[in-house]
């Protein structure tokens, strides 16, 4: 079955980094666009990255472009997010996804999350 694995969460100071990796499953990777979602405490669902199958194009919400960024191993059936500059703001649980409609957060397939809290 489709499985999708985050990892590499934790505490970070402001101004610091983080890489997230989803490791991926039960399903044909390299055919198909993956997400990044998160939750920040007290708020909804944010759709935050896409990467195309091919890992050429990727897409970012405003809230993180030119700090985020999304890249897809296709051999290891592996999806990251390098997060750099990071701020109180992005303190949130991390998914990877598949099956996102568009823009949005509804999608079919989800990781478990990885808690990312960035405090001073």
């Known amino acids: 079955q489709v499985q999708l694995v985050e990892s590499g969460g934790g505490s970070v100071q402001p101004g610091g980094s983080l890489t997230l990796s989803c490791a991926t499953s039960?399903?044909?990777?390299?055919?198909?666009?993956l997400y990044w979602v998160r939750h920040a405490p007290g708020k909804g669902l944010e759709w935050i990255s896409s990467?195309?199958?091919?890992?050429?194009?990727?897409d970012y919400a405003a809230v993180v472009k030119g700090r985020f960024t999304t890249s897809r191993d296709n051999a290891d059936k592996t999806l990251t997010l390098q997060m750099n500059s990071l701020k109180p703001e992005d303190t949130a649980v991390y998914y990877c996804?598949?099956?996102?409609?568009?823009?949005?957060?509804?999608?079919?397939?989800w990781g478990q999350g990885t808690q990312v809290t960035v405090s001073s």
């Open positions: 996804a598949r099956d996102c409609n568009g823009y949005s957060t509804e999608c079919s397939y």
């Open positions: 039960g399903f044909p990777f390299s055919t198909y666009i």
């Open positions: 990467i195309d199958p091919d890992g050429v194009t990727s």
